[in-house]
């Protein structure tokens, strides 16, 4: 008899349990469906708007679909011959780029997770110091001018080949994620530094190594202020400079036009390229995000659980 008051009182905790889970999963659903929302409706504006015509972006009239479909903006953007050459430019910095940054990084973060460096904390404190203090503009233009790489792929991949931020993650990744007993047992086995690092450790942080290229690569392909200011020749513009200026020369001074309708036209086009422009400089990372997105997953949780 008690055993079945007993059963009796375990199906009614269970009841009442799975009602408040069940309000509690309503609660989180409609919260993140919310954010959801307000996160996503962004980027379909802008789909569509880049897609709809210019007089349809200049009236406000689209909402959620492209109106008046039209590639009208996409078609002004690669009339301009320049696209083509500062797209390749620009994946040829970010690919050169990222490849210098993630080695450094890598070859910076492992002596550091090392415990038997000496002047660790001393070499730790100067990386770190670098995240409060720098020259400042002016002095890096001058050393890039002595070192003679103005007007140089150079002067765009190598004076910022570090993040210490991403260095610290690296280095935590290594310590939190690689025993020192597997470093042990290589040198029992004769394996030099060089080896255990390349052999064991690169492959073994797979998943910190993605989510630090991910940062460089989306760095270094929005990156345009460098390349103002150290590259004069054209031909070695990447994409945002050439955006920019396309942007720029679509601005309209209704001081200079009389027709209130052309002046219009001009205005609604330079509207739609906004939106043309972030697409078609957004697309690539876009694209390149989904192969890489498990490892993000797990990189971000680096370090917040111990055990």
């Known amino acids: 008899m008690s055993n079945k008051n007993l059963n009796k009182t375990n199906v009614i905790n269970k009841i009442s349990l799975s009602r408040d889970d069940k ?36 009236t406000g009239q689209v ?12 078609r002004a953007v690669f009339e301009n011959r320049d696209i083509g050459r500062s797209y390749v ?33 001393a070499f730790s404190f100067i990386f770190t110091f670098t995240m409060l203090f720098n020259g ?27 993040s210490v931020y991403n260095m610290i993650v690296a ?6 994620n690689i025993p020192n007993e597997m470093l042990e047992a290589s040198q029992i086995d004769g394996c ?12 073994l942080s797979k998943t910190v190594i993605a989510v630090i290229t991910l940062f460089y690569a989306v760095s270094h392909w929005n990156s345009f202020f460098n390349a103002f200011l150290y ?3 054209r031909s070695k513009y990447p994409l945002q400079i050439i955006l920019r200026e396309i942007l720029v020369a679509s601005k309209i001074d209704a001081n200079m036009v009389m027709d209130e309708e052309t002046m219009a036209a001009k205005q609604g086009l330079a509207e739609l390229l906004k939106f043309s422009l972030i697409i078609v400089a957004t697309a690539p990372i876009l694209c390149v ?19």
């Open 23 to 58: 309000i509690f999963n309503v609660f989180v659903l409609i919260v993140v469906s919310f954010v959801f929302i307000i996160t996503l409706y962004p980027l379909i504006y802008i789909v569509s708007a880049s897609f709809s015509s210019a007089r349809a972006v200049s």
């Open 171 to 176: 280095r935590t990744f290594i310590q939190n």
């Open 231 to 233: 590259i004069n020749d």
């Open 192 to 203: 030099s530094d060089a080896q255990y690092f390349f052999k064991m450790v690169l492959p």
């Open 89 to 121: 430019n620009t994946i040829f910095y970010t690919c050169l780029g990222t490849f210098i940054n993630v080695a450094v990084t890598m070859m910076a973060a492992y002596p550091l997770a090392r415990r038997d460096l000496r002047g660790r904390s």
């Open 289 to 307: 995000y989904p192969f890489i997105q498990r490892y993000f997953v797990k990189g971000v949780m680096i370090g917040s659980v111990k055990g």
């Open 63 to 74: 909402v959620l679909w492209p109106v008046d479909f039209s590639i009208e903006g996409y």
């Open 136 to 162: 400042g503009m002016v002095p890096t233009y001058l050393v890039i001018k002595r070192l003679g790489m103005i007007d140089s792929i150079w002067s765009l991949v190598l004076p910022n080949a570090i």
